[in-house]
Nanobody, 117 residues
Framework: VQLQASGGGLVQAGGSLRLSCAAS????????MGWFRQAPGKQRELVAGITTGYSPEYEGFAKGRFTISRDNAKNTLYLQMNSLKPEDTAVYYCNLRQGPAKVFHYWGQGTQVTVSS
């Protein structure tokens, strides 16, 4: 399985970005896909995730500002980020989990998001 993330960039505070993650390879019909982020000097953290059945979940900082979605036909994951803040600056990674107990984990290469104040 390969994950290719795109859509990062430099944006001013209050602006928006849309991230995409295209998955390819041996993808199971049931899986969980998510966005994580890692800021300099910090641990990687979950931003939002969504199942094949379109059940989204968000971390607190993402609620109301970010929207996760997916196109199962295209095996593509999206993250619409609005009202961006400087503290959202990080490398954003997409993640796919599948198999029994979601034991198989795959990571994309990451895309940089920089929010200027």
């Amino acid at each position: 399985v390969q994950l290719q993330a795109s859509g990062g960039g430099l944006v001013q505070a209050g602006g928006s970005l849309r991230l995409s993650c295209a998955a390819s390879g041996n993808i199971f019909s049931s899986n969980f896909m998510g966005w994580f982020r890692q800021a300099p000097g910090k641990q990687r953290e979950l931003v939002a995730g969504i199942t094949t059945g379109y059940s989204p979940e968000y971390e607190g900082f993402a609620k109301g500002r970010f929207t996760i979605s997916r196109d199962n036909a295209k095996n593509t994951l999206y993250l619409q980020m609005n009202s961006l803040k400087p503290e959202d600056t990080a490398v954003y990674y997409c993640n796919l989990r599948q198999g029994p107990a979601k034991v198989f984990h795959y990571w994309g290469q990451g895309t940089q998001v920089t929010v200027s104040s």
